[in-house]
């Protein structure tokens, strides 16, 4: 969506406070083509160090089409080995991959984007064996989060209301509640950074200890 998506300007407004610069632009990652495209768009800008590929297509269907599972594969299992591919001529530092718990475990409802984030996982994993053989100093790590209150989530608030919808969903996690976005964004931040310098080829699970086991 780029600039048209909900709150993007304010994101921006947000950055640009904190002493940075922002620029939104719509790019369907699922396309090579356009992919190069942004990616072009940042000859004039400080070098390109870090990438964080969070693009999805929600299917909750238990048996989608052929049609609607390739959709859903091109833009999180596609797109990713895109900006991987496409990205190897910048300065590149730090590759995260943006999966989930779905990505660990199975689940009855959404085969189709449980099975992308899957394949995310694991092509993290790759990418950073790749990288560390090519001795490019990319670094690649996945994040698994939670429920996480974002606009994923928007059906089942305007359906139950937001309040007892975050309710209903904090409390199937042991700690009690969903995550904010900030929560998994600090994640995000030590993993494009330096302070995660001996990181790569992990995934790192931010789920109020709803994989960590059954409870009593």
């Excluded at 475990?105 to 992308?116: D, E, F, K, L, V």
């Excluded at 990418?127 to 053989?133: N, S």
């Excluded at 209301?161 to 199937?172: D, N, P, T, V």
Aim: with cysteine.
């Amino acid at each position: 969506q780029g600039p048209a998506a909900p709150e993007a300007a304010a994101l921006v407004r947000d950055i640009e406070a904190a002493g940075c610069r922002a620029t939104v632009v719509s790019c369907d990652v699922a396309d090579a083509a356009a992919v190069q495209q942004a990616l072009a768009g940042l000859a004039d800008q400080p070098p390109l160090t870090g990438v964080f590929h969070c693009a999805a297509v929600l299917e909750d269907a238990m048996a989608p089409s052929a049609d609607r599972i390739t959709r859903v594969f091109a833009a999180k299992a596609l797109g990713a080995y895109h900006l991987h591919r496409l990205t190897q001529a910048h300065a590149l530092k730090e590759f995260v991959l943006f999966s989930s718990i779905a990505g660990l475990i199975g689940s009855a409802g959404p085969t189709a984007y449980t099975a992308s984030k899957g394949a995310v996982r694991l092509l993290s994993k790759s990418v950073a064996l790749y990288c560390a053989e090519q001795k490019n100093g990319i670094r690649c790590n996945s994040v698994h989060p939670g429920g996480t209150d974002t606009a994923i989530f928007n059906p089942l608030w305007q359906a139950v209301g937001r309040e007892q919808g975050k309710a209903f969903i904090g409390s199937r996690h042991p700690i009690g509640h969903m995550a904010e976005p900030v929560d998994i964004g600090e994640v995000v931040l030590w993993l494009t950074s330096d302070r995660s310098k001996f990181v790569t080829g992990a995934e790192f699970v931010a789920d109020g200890g709803i994989t960590a086991g059954l409870q009593r």
